[in-house]
């Protein structure tokens, strides 16, 4: 049984850090490509960044570039973003998702696997 569990989230001020943390299991996953998307209410699910298990390829949104990081530990089968900078429009319920292929997309339909998701709050 595949499971991808987020931990991080929380109430920070804008300006500050948050680091998200994805754990992988119930199955090997050097063939996927990992990402995060976020959700702030009454909007849509937004992609953020995506990283390629194997070789460690990352991509990310425009609106994060410069200030989120995604990268991921092998060893210990989690995905990591590292968010600096954050702002009030970063708020949102930040979700891990997995996609099958390796090559980056940003279309959340695409993703096989879901987290539950972790609280962002950034206020200003």
């Known amino acids: 049984q595949v499971q991808l569990v987020e931990s991080g989230g929380g109430l920070v001020q804008a300006g500050g850090s948050l680091r998200l943390s994805c754990a992988a299991s119930g199955r090997s996953f050097s063939s996927y490509t990992m990402g995060w998307f976020r959700q702030a209410p009454g909007k849509e699910r937004e992609f953020v960044a995506a990283?390629?298990?194997?070789?460690?390829?990352?991509y990310n949104a425009d609106s994060v570039k410069g200030r989120f990081a995604i990268s991921r530990d092998n060893a210990k089968n989690t995905v990591y973003l590292q968010m600096n900078s954050l702002k009030p429009e970063d708020t949102a319920v930040y979700y891990c998702a997995a996609y099958s292929r390796q090559r980056f997309t940003k279309t959340a339909s695409a993703y096989d696997y879901w987290g539950q998701g972790t609280q962002v709050t950034v206020s200003s």
């Open positions: 990283i390629m298990w194997t070789g460690g390829m990352t």
